[in-house]
């Protein structure tokens, strides 16, 4: 039996991995985590009868405590938080959105033996103190992302061997809308993205490819490949998650179906696998498609990945200043066509200096996310 802690277990991918472990009697849900959404959290507590609970939001976490068993070990606050990622695990599924994640991440590396890990921006903007604490402890990473998760499965093959790998792309819910009718762009169209259901941000995100931009630099993060070596191809039907192309020019192709329950699944079973999902039909026919990407379509993608080479804030501030950008898109303060303006302002604007911890992490992202607001104020 190994003791699972859930953080973000009210998220979508919290909610897909509890479906996922309440059918392997192998795993015992030991803690959740939610920021605010006590509704979930409650039912949650109900069905898998946690010993230890967090909700960071204070407010909510009051109306919780009052009808929570004196017999479960209850945190709040963000100091509570600190101290539900000091409870000891076999695994953590750390699915909190955001740079929230990483003091949480940072600490709970210390007291469990594997994390899976579903969260870009912790690795975005801190890899290296997440990948040092991580050795330092000998815990497991593991990614729970599509493609990052598909070269996690295709490096089990000769890794030293490799040339070139490719991510791929949907190109979002705009990819069929001619570039003159983007400014016209409601928030609704963008957020029907064709292939997947996933939070707001990170739709907006597969719209612009700054989604996919994060996943080259996390590509680059938990495989010290060189970012020349790393390519993003348009793949409409989001069935390939990525390839490896190796020094034969053999390439090798991780396929599943485009819902995060294999990622899930072998982030849980590693090195092993266990049926999560019904698999591809190929009886029915197959189609697969593959395009070159149109930089001019989505400017984000070169510029964000040209930030990260410089390796020092640039990432900080770009992530802030996306995730502020894409609020006031969505509010419909901003049209959609502004936000690459946006950050593209910010990647030539901020002032560069060097992270050497977390503190200067949450420096950066205050600094971008007041300097983001004020530009956009005046923009708007």
């Not at 919780?64 to 606050?77: A, E």
């Not at 993003?232 to 192709?253: G, N, P």
């Amino acid at each position: 039996m190994k003791d699972v802690l859930i953080f973000g277990s009210s998220g979508s991918i919290g909610k897909s991995s509890l479906d996922f472990l309440s059918k392997h009697e192998e795993f015992r849900i030991k803690g959740l985590c939610v920021n605010r959404d006590i509704q979930t959290l409650k039912k949650q507590i109900d069905k898998f009868r946690p010993g230890y609970v967090c909700v960071v939001d204070e407010a909510q976490a009051e109306k919780l405590r009052k009808v929570l068993s004196p017999k479960v070990r209850f945190f709040k606050g963000e100091s509570g938080l600190k101290e539900f990622s000091a409870i000891e695990s076999d695994i953590s599924l750390m699915a909190i959105s955001g740079i929230s994640s990483l003091v949480p991440l940072l600490i709970n590396i210390g007291y469990t033996k594997r994390v899976a890990l579903a969260n870009k921006e912790a690795i975005v903007i801190a890899g290296s103190l997440i990948f040092s604490k991580a050795k330092l402890k000998n815990t497991e990473i593991i990614p729970v992302d599509s493609e990052i998760s598909a070269l996690f499965q295709l490096f089990m093959r000769k890794y030293d061997e490799f040339e070139k790998v490719y991510l791929t792309a949907s190109g979002g819910a705009l990819r069929n809308y001619p570039e003159s009718d983007l400014l016209r762009i409601t928030a609704k169209e963008v957020l029907a993205h064709p292939n997947w259901s996933m939070g707001q941000r990170i739709t907006v995100d597969s719209a612009t490819l700054v989604n996919k931009a994060f996943e080259v630099i996390e590509t680059h993060r938990f495989f010290d490949i060189d970012y020349n070596n790393i390519d993003v191809i348009l793949h409409r039907e989001s069935i390939v998650h990525a390839m490896v192309e190796y020094r034969d020019k053999t390439v090798f192709s991780c396929l599943y179906p485009p819902n995060m329950s294999i990622p899930i699944s072998y982030a849980f079973f590693y090195p092993s696998r266990v049926m999560s999902v019904k698999g591809l039909s190929f009886e029915k026919g197959l189609k697969l498609s593959f395009e070159p990407v149109d930089y001019t379509r989505y400017p984000l993608l070169e510029t964000i990945i040209k930030t990260a080479k410089k390796e020092d804030n640039g990432l900080a501030v770009l992530n802030a200043c996306d995730e502020v950008t894409v609020d006031y898109f969505l509010r419909d303060k901003i049209k959609f066509p502004e936000i690459a303006g946006v950050l593209k302002y910010f990647s030539k604007k901020y002032p560069s200096a060097i992270i050497k911890n977390v503190e200067d992490v949450f420096y950066w992202d205050r600094w971008a996310r007041e300097k983001t607001k004020e530009y956009l104020e005046k923009l708007c």
